[in-house]
């Protein structure tokens, strides 16, 4: 309802500029609908939606004993980051976003960490993004504060690669993917060519599967009542790891877990650029 008229989903959707809405209660799709060209078989740009899918395949590669634990340094896993301040980076930190050095996400400023990040990233320069994730310095102790910042979640994914000795979508395939039985394929984009993943933007989804994963979580992250996470991972990965206060953010989020936005309801939310979401309400199913 608004100004006293009540709108429909058709309106909403046109009003809002909506390319798909995906509704699932009870491992049952309620609403599906389309629109801006999208097709249901499209796979659409994830945008940062992502991080929240490669934060869960941590919990595998935690679970399979590929990394040994959350609070061991990232630099272990990654060579290319040894004497940096990622020597006193622990996983749970890139999980959290609290890494402590220094990173501006303004995309309005051209000279910020995000923008070096992208055109690293648009130049596809092998290598490009770990070497100026290298370079950042220590602005706070790792864990104490909150910062939102693409590139720790881009070292997230080299972590996975480098722990698993797998690329990103070869280990989602094989531990979420195939056994899902995912509806279409899926891809991550390419630093370079033959290179690294991104592992927090710019991979494709088709909606339907956005969903399924959505439902992989409600079930506590078992396939076929195979556990594919540790038995706490979900629980730990929507608990706030930090308190935000709504109004500060663009989301209206109110804490941030594991790579996971949690709204003031508790729910679980992925959310990227241009109004993305993966909205994961446990309680209610």
Known sequence: ??????????????RACVSGLLVIRDEQIVLERYGLGLEENSRWSTMST????????????????AIGSLDDAVSAY???????????????????????VRWNEDYTDRTSDVNRYSKSLGDKVPGGVLALMRTLQAEHPPGTQFNYNSGDTYVLGSLV????????????SQTVWSPLGM??????????????????????????????????LLRNGAIDDVSVLPSDWIEQA?????????????????????????????S???????????YINRRRN
């Open 78 to 100: 990654l060579p290319a980051l040894r004497n940096s301040a990622y020597d006193a980076v622990s996983v749970r930190h890139l999980l959290t976003m609290s890494s402590g």
């Open 238 to 266: 929507g608990r706030r790891a930090f308190t935000l206060d709504p109004a500060e953010n663009r989301y209206g989020a109110d804490g941030y877990g594991y790579s996971w936005w949690i709204d003031p309801d508790d």
């Open 161 to 172: 690669s480098a722990a698993t000795g797998k690329a990103l979508a070869d280990y989602m």
């Open 183 to 216: 509806e279409f394929d899926a891809f991550y984009t390419l630093e370079s060519e033959g290179g690294q993943e991104i592992g927090g933007s710019r991979a494709g989804i088709a909606l339907r599967d956005f969903g399924r994963f959505g439902v992989f």
């Open 268 to 278: 679980m939310v992925a959310l990227g650029f241009a109004g993305q979401s993966l």
């Open 1 to 14: 309802r608004v100004d006293g008229t009540r709108h429909g989903v058709d309106s909403y959707m046109d």
């Open 50 to 65: 992502i991080k929240s899918l490669t934060s869960t395949l941590v919990g595998a590669a935690l679970k399979q004993g």
